[in-house]
């Protein structure tokens, strides 16, 4: 597949953007600097340039077959980048015919599906004490995706790690069926798989090891 990963340069995005390159895909990453990337160049094209840019984000995504964002906001200031960014992405996508849309969230974005229990609840309520911006420009990201009209999922995450991949991921909702963490590498996995596979397409899925 052509896909475009946003994120590529982070914890999260080295992960997806190295197993996509292995995986055979041909990958697009929108990156501040490209001496971030490590990763092999075979199959890799990097465009510089930011969110802002709406040059910048018609090269990275014109011809892709879908897009993968692994974005997340860098700071608890009330500047909303990342959902400003999705609407730019989500805008370019229309513009060029791209339908297939796979974003990460944390669990704190709610979904119908949820059973959230009491440690759930607490630990939502905590969120939103301690970083409530960064709380609301995930809320906002996963809205304007819901409303966007394309084949989208959104992935929920609890705590994220950096231990090896266990192979091992289990889909719920919270309150239901996910547990306290993932490892960065297991979650790459799973993005890569859902965006080839549309098993989750509308659906708002919390996975953990």
Same mark, same amino acid.
């Given at each position: 597949?052509?896909?475009?990963?946003?994120?590529?340069?982070? #914890?999260?995005?080295?992960?997806?953007? #190295?197993?996509?390159?292995?995986?055979?895909?041909?990958?697009?990453?929108?990156?501040?600097?490209?001496?971030?990337?490590?990763?092999?160049?075979?199959?890799?094209?990097?465009?510089?340039?930011?969110?802002?840019?709406?040059?910048?984000?018609?090269?990275?995504?014109?011809?892709?077959?879908?897009?993968?964002?692994?974005?997340?906001?860098?700071?608890?200031?009330?500047?909303?980048?990342?959902?400003?960014?999705?609407?730019?992405?989500?805008?370019?996508?229309?513009?060029?015919?791209?339908?297939?849309?796979?974003?990460?969230?944390?669990?704190?974005?709610?979904?119908?599906?949820?059973?959230?229990?009491?440690?759930?609840?607490?630990?939502?309520?905590?969120?939103?004490?301690? !970083?409530?911006?960064?709380?609301?420009?995930?809320?906002?990201?996963?809205?304007?995706?819901?409303?966007?009209?394309?084949?989208?999922?959104?992935? #929920?995450?609890?705590?994220?790690?950096?231990?090896? !991949?266990?192979?091992?991921?289990?889909?719920?909702?919270?309150?239901?069926?996910?547990?306290?963490?993932?490892?960065? !590498?297991?979650?790459?996995?799973?993005?890569?798989?859902?965006?080839?596979?549309?098993?989750?397409?509308?659906?708002?899925?919390?996975?953990?090891?």
């Amino acid at each position: 597949m052509k896909l475009t990963i946003f994120g590529a340069s982070g #914890r999260t995005g080295q992960h997806l953007l #190295r197993q996509a390159l292995q995986d055979g895909h041909q990958v697009t990453a929108l990156v501040r600097d490209p001496a971030k990337i490590s990763a092999q160049k075979d199959r890799l094209t990097l465009v510089q340039g930011s969110l802002t840019d709406p040059a910048c984000l018609d090269r990275a995504i014109a011809g892709a077959d879908a897009v993968i964002s692994v974005l997340g906001p860098a700071h608890n200031r009330p500047t909303f980048d990342i959902s400003q960014g999705m609407q730019a992405i989500l805008a370019a996508m229309q513009k060029h015919g791209v339908c297939r849309l796979v974003i990460t969230a944390g669990a704190g974005v709610g979904d119908p599906g949820d059973r959230p229990g009491l440690f759930n609840r607490l630990m939502n309520v905590l969120l939103k004490a301690a !970083a409530k911006n960064v709380y609301e420009d995930m809320r906002r990201s996963v809205a304007l995706v819901r409303a966007s009209g394309l084949d989208w999922t959104v992935v #929920r995450v609890p705590m994220l790690t950096d231990a090896p !991949a266990t192979g091992r991921v289990q889909v719920g909702m919270v309150g239901a069926g996910m547990g306290p963490r993932i490892t960065r !590498a297991d979650l790459a996995n799973f993005l890569l798989r859902e965006v080839a596979g549309h098993e989750y397409v509308g659906k708002a899925p919390a996975i953990s090891n």
